[in-house]
């Protein structure tokens, strides 16, 4: 059984038609698990038992009914920060390391009521601190493309895992690009939605203002059919927006018109921009113009106020959502202890990684009454900035294009090759799209000469997800799906 070179709509339909069983695929799911993952090291979780449970359950359903969602049998997997009841979800942190929620998040509940099939719970950088996946407390995870390189952050097992066929799909959460940083790394598409599309109730913080949760895919359009599924109004969650258009899967097959799209010279013109990278992007944007785009050049001055903005809050949110984390409400608990201070010190310093600690002092810094004037305050005015001028920009344009990241995929251990500008400085061409609240498409453009995966990045006004995605399946429409990495390989 070929799954891996099918889009889910047709495994959704062979399912149907009974040219394979929902276990069947699964335990196909599981083989290529069990033959790669000591490499890849796209989880922390397998959950294997339930996953054949629930494929069960999916050819039940299938036998009995041919109207059925359509996710019903298809294994995919989640992000460790997504609570699944009864499984472990640890953040990738020593401090959640035995943690067994309770409770679903909304987003799961959605997918479960879909019939998807729960393969396990994937890897990522600590309490989704981190761009490379190598935070996480357990092992790193390894590029399907080049298991020398980083598969990006922090949802980097969640892409890996789709990558090498260990999963059909996956969930991911994106606080500044971790959705779209590793699917580009990966070769994968993926969709940071607009702010408040998808419930993040039972997904733990990392920063509640700039959190969301989004889809990993092969195709432009097995994502849309995701976003489809879990971009449903939660009534619990108060951040969650309804949004009521066409479906995303059908507004793919609007007519395309002449959109206008906007081409941002100081993003391309930027020092530590990859020729290589820039050269796909370049030709990206000719196939657009020879499709019918207009495109146009736009003025984004924000980009290095956006990097600084991020960090400062997102760091500040961090620092407010891990005060939990103490030995007492949740988490790990340090023992050989004599004084409750002991505790509270203790309990953090041995099971928090120093990504995770430099940025609860860094936080903790910015929130501080002497200084919170001088940077939380400003950061604040700087995102609004941002927001005002993407705002002003969309007023002349439809949807930006711009590089998701500089480079591609980078060595294990190392930061990515860039000129000046610190570890962070990579992730500068996703925030603006976070602090700003509006959807980012992460779309694969093709392989340099090293043949790691390239990526273009889309962004349009808020619930512009449809436009987004039509934009994306022209393109892959007319260069089709990135070669897997064992097609590469061969």
């Known amino acids: 059984m070929d799954y891996r070179s099918m889009e889910l709509k047709e495994i959704g339909q062979a399912l149907r038609d009974k040219a394979f069983s929902s276990r069947e695929l699964t335990e196909a799911v599981f083989e290529t698990i069990d033959a790669q993952e000591e490499t890849i090291g796209a989880y922390i979780t397998l959950t294997r038992e339930r996953a054949l449970r629930l494929a069960d359950d999916a050819d039940k359903r299938l036998q009995a009914s041919e109207d059925l969602p359509p996710l019903c049998g298809i294994p995919g997997a989640l992000k460790d920060n997504i609570a699944v009841s009864g499984e472990r979800t640890t953040n990738a942190s020593r401090m959640l390391e035995h943690f067994v929620p309770p409770y679903d998040a909304y987003i799961w509940r959605l997918l479960e009521q879909q019939g998807m099939v729960l393969t396990g719970k994937t ?107 879990i971009a449903q109004k939660d009534p619990k969650d108060v951040h969650s927006v309804t949004f009521r258009g066409m479906s995303y899967t059908e507004s793919i097959s609007e007519n395309f018109g002449r959109p206008v799209i906007g081409w941002p010279e100081s993003y391309f013109d930027s020092g530590d921009l ?79 990684g120093p990504e995770v600690k430099q940025r609860i002092l ?103 997800e449809g436009l987004l995605y039509r934009l994306a399946a022209r393109f892959e429409d007319e260069h089709g799906l990135l070669p897997t990495p064992e097609e590469v390989a061969r």
């Open 123 to 229: 890897n990522m950088d600590e309490f989704a601190m981190g761009h490379s996946t190598e935070t996480s407390a357990f092992h790193p995870t390894r590029n399907p493309y080049d298991t020398t390189r980083v598969p990006g952050g922090s949802s980097g097992g969640a892409a890996a895992a789709v990558a090498s066929g260990e999963a059909c799909f996956s969930i991911g959460t994106d606080t500044g690009g971790s959705i779209r940083q590793p699917a580009a790394l990966c070769g994968l598409v993926g969709m940071r939605p607009t702010y408040g599309l998808v419930s993040r109730r039972g997904i733990t913080a990392f920063s509640s203002s700039l959190d969301q949760a989004g889809p990993m895919t092969r195709s432009v359009r097995d994502n849309a059919l995701l976003l489809d599924v």
């Open 274 to 352: 990859n020729p290589e990278v820039r050269r796909l992007l370049e030709q990206a944007l000719s196939f657009y113009e020879s499709a019918g785009a207009k495109i146009v050049p736009v003025d984004l001055k924000t980009l290095d106020a956006s990097l600084a903005a991020y960090y400062i809050i997102s760091s500040a949110e961090g620092f407010a959502s891990m005060n939990r984390y103490d030995g007492v409400h949740y988490g790990r608990r340090a023992e050989d202890i004599e004084t409750i201070e002991e505790m509270y010190i203790k309990s953090r310093t041995q099971a928090l």
């Open 362 to 464: 860094l936080g903790c810094f910015a929130l501080s009454e002497e200084h919170y004037q001088d940077y939380y305050m400003k950061a604040a005015q700087a995102r609004s900035l941002v927001t005002e001028e993407f705002e002003r920009v969309f007023g002349s344009c439809d949807a930006i294009l711009t590089p998701v990241t500089a480079t591609a995929a980078w060595p294990l251990g190392s930061l990515p090759e860039e000129a000046g500008g610190g570890k962070y400085s990579n992730d500068r061409f996703t925030l603006p799209a976070s602090l700003a609240g509006m959807p980012a498409l992460s779309v694969p453009i093709g392989l340099n000469k090293e043949g790691l995966p390239v990526a273009m990045q889309l962004m349009g006004a808020r619930f512009s």
